[in-house]
């Protein structure tokens, strides 16, 4: 499977129908190496965020349902942090054609919910902080799209340390939530829309 970046990745087939939709969703073919590394990964950061959290104490009024968002955005930013970074995941989303520009910008405005789920939920109706970090995700992800192959790794750095300085100083949360956005950033802007090196525009013979 050629790339949009020129190199030829060969992309393991899957299983059409259900069977297989983990596998394509996740990226076919990945390795031991890399399962091994999300596995321990996720284990040891999930624990280090829920000993954070806990330590915090400001979790104290939090009604169930507010701890039920937090512990599943907490699990899907650790967990879609260490998959969006592997080859397997990259070969996938970045492949030539087949819609993937489309299905990766779909990927990246569907973490809207997860924002008005924190915002409305757990921030008990900060539309500002929801609305802000709206704004940030949707032009940073159209930066980092459509923006050169060879820049396209500065430019993500460039949005990220952007969303997070903006969280830190203005659109400030409790220090219990302060790890959202940072690892929210990171998972979509960095290591899902960034594709693997080589960064170079593809020249055809």
């Known amino acids: 499977m ?4 020129g190199v030829d990745w060969e ?22 190496a890399e399962s091994a590394v999300e596995a ?8 280090v965020l829920a000993a954070g959290v ?3 104490g400001g979790h104290a009024d939090w009604s169930g349902v507010q701890w039920a968002v937090v512990a599943l955005a907490g699990l899907d930013l650790i967990g879609g942090v260490l998959t969006n970074s ?3 995941a990259k070969r996938w989303y970045h492949r030539q054609g087949d819609g993937t520009r489309r299905a990766r910008l ?3 405005g569907a973490h809207l919910l997860h924002l008005a789920a924190v915002g409305l939920v757990v921030l008990s109706g900060d539309w500002a902080w929801t609305l802000t970090n709206a704004a940030l995700l949707l032009t940073g992800a159209a930066a980092v799209e459509f ?3 060879e820049v396209k790794r500065p430019m993500a750095m460039a949005v990220f340390m952007v969303a997070v300085l903006v969280n830190l100083f203005w659109s400030t949360v409790p220090a219990v939530l302060a790890w959202f956005a ?19 525009r593809r020249r055809d013979a």
């Open 2 to 5: 050629r790339t949009d970046l």
């Open 11 to 32: 992309i393991p087939p899957t299983p059409p129908g259900r069977a297989g939709a983990l596998e394509r969703f996740m990226g076919p073919g990945r390795t031991r």
């Open 40 to 47: 321990a990964g996720g284990i040891v950061c999930a624990a």
């Open 54 to 56: 806990w330590a915090t």
């Open 86 to 88: 592997t080859n397997a």
């Open 106 to 108: 779909l990927f990246v």
């Open 147 to 149: 923006t050169p192959v």
């Open 182 to 200: 940072p690892l929210f950033f990171l998972k979509l802007l960095v290591c899902h829309l960034v594709p693997e090196a080589p960064l170079q």
